[in-house]
């Protein structure tokens, strides 16, 4: 029996890379005016910085919250790998700091994106699903962390997480005016208290 020709390789049509292209470029611009400074970046400030007109922006996305959408993703991929893994066999006060060192770098690294979606968060559905998985993330890695010292207790990991998320930092560092370090101290000092308190 002869032997099946190769297939042809597939042809990626360049409409459609061009297209792909021209939404990478916006939801990138989006994001790196946000991480800027530019906490509410107009769609024409978004456009000329990826470098097409408005027409093309709006082609792409039909609306401000689908960008958000978009955004919110690239967010969460670089989120991720900058992510790293901490063995969970390390002992207590090893896991503690390797978290909280891990966690002020993340929460440095999304503090701009976190300041804009706290403008726009009240008044979008997207962002507030974003809030809430990225959440869900910061619990599950806290439930695997530490999974010897929070058992089952549900209020303990609620109170370890609310001291992990961005209002809690946020307050560390623009409300009472702390560095990066002295922040990460407070956080290491309300981790260790809530995982070493006694239990009734």
Same mark, same amino acid.
């Given at each position: 029996?002869?032997?099946?020709?190769?297939?042809? !390789?597939?042809?990626?049509?360049?409409?459609?890379?061009?297209? +792909?292209?021209?939404?990478?470029?916006?939801?990138?611009?989006?994001?790196?005016?946000?991480?800027?400074?530019?906490?509410? !970046?107009?769609?024409?400030?978004?456009?000329?910085?990826?470098?097409?007109?408005?027409?093309?922006?709006?082609?792409?996305?039909?609306?401000?919250?689908?960008?958000?959408?978009?955004?919110?993703?690239?967010?969460?991929?670089?989120?991720?790998?900058?992510?790293? /893994?901490?063995?969970?066999?390390?002992?207590?006060?090893?896991?503690?700091?390797?978290?909280?060192?891990?966690?002020?770098?993340?929460? +440095?690294?999304?503090?701009?994106?976190?300041?804009?979606?706290?403008?726009?968060? /009240?008044?979008?559905?997207?962002?507030?699903?974003?809030?809430?998985?990225?959440?869900?993330?910061?619990? $599950?890695?806290?439930?695997?962390?530490?999974?010897?010292?929070?058992?089952?207790?549900?209020?303990?990991?609620?109170?370890? $997480?609310?001291?992990?998320?961005? !209002?809690?930092?946020?307050?560390?560092?623009?409300?009472?005016g702390m560095d990066p370090e002295a922040a990460?101290?407070?956080?290491?000092?309300?981790?260790?208290?809530?995982? $070493?308190?006694?239990?009734?």
């Amino acid at each position: 029996m002869p032997a099946a020709s190769p297939r042809p !390789p597939q042809r990626i049509d360049g409409r459609t890379a061009r297209s +792909e292209r021209t939404r990478n470029a916006i939801v990138e611009a989006h994001v790196a005016l946000i991480l800027d400074g530019d906490l509410r !970046p107009t769609a024409d400030r978004i456009a000329k910085q990826a470098g097409v007109s408005l027409r093309a922006l709006w082609s792409h996305f039909a609306d401000m919250e689908a960008l958000f959408a978009a955004s919110g993703e690239r967010i969460l991929q670089q989120r991720d790998e900058a992510h790293e /893994p901490i063995p969970t066999d390390l002992p207590l006060k090893a896991r503690i700091d390797a978290y909280c060192h891990q966690r002020a770098r993340l929460l +440095e690294q999304v503090a701009p994106a976190a300041k804009a979606s706290s403008l726009k968060e /009240p008044f979008s559905p997207t962002l507030q699903g974003y809030r809430r998985s990225h959440t869900e993330r910061v619990r $599950t890695e806290l439930r695997t962390l530490f999974a010897r010292e929070i058992g089952d207790n549900e209020t303990l990991l609620a109170a370890l $997480t609310a001291v992990s998320m961005w !209002p809690t930092w946020g307050t560390l560092r623009d409300a009472m005016g702390m560095d990066p370090e002295a922040a990460r101290e407070v956080l290491t000092c309300s981790i260790t208290a809530l995982l $070493t308190a006694p239990r009734s």
